[in-house]
């Protein structure tokens, strides 16, 4: 079994998105953490978010409860 990376999944293609406009964006976790900063990138199981310090969190996708951008 390969994991491929689907583009035309709606998810996939949302993260693009907040990535190309660095959006900021809040990631609630399971365990009910709160991570706010910029995805700057994705793969198959994870995603790194960098906060306002430049600190990078690698977050597993099976972590996440919602992504939603972050307003002012």
Not at 20 to 29: I, M, P
Not at 42 to 68: E, M, R
């Amino acid at each position: 079994m390969t994991d491929e990376f689907n583009t035309a999944l709606p998810s996939i293609r949302q993260l693009q998105t907040f990535i190309k406009d660095n959006t900021e964006v809040e990631v609630k976790l399971s365990t009910s953490d709160l991570v706010v900063g910029k995805v700057r990138w994705q793969d198959t199981n994870c995603l790194c978010v960098v906060d306002h310090y430049d600190q990078p969190t690698i977050i597993w996708k099976q972590a996440i409860v919602f992504i939603k951008p972050k307003l002012a």
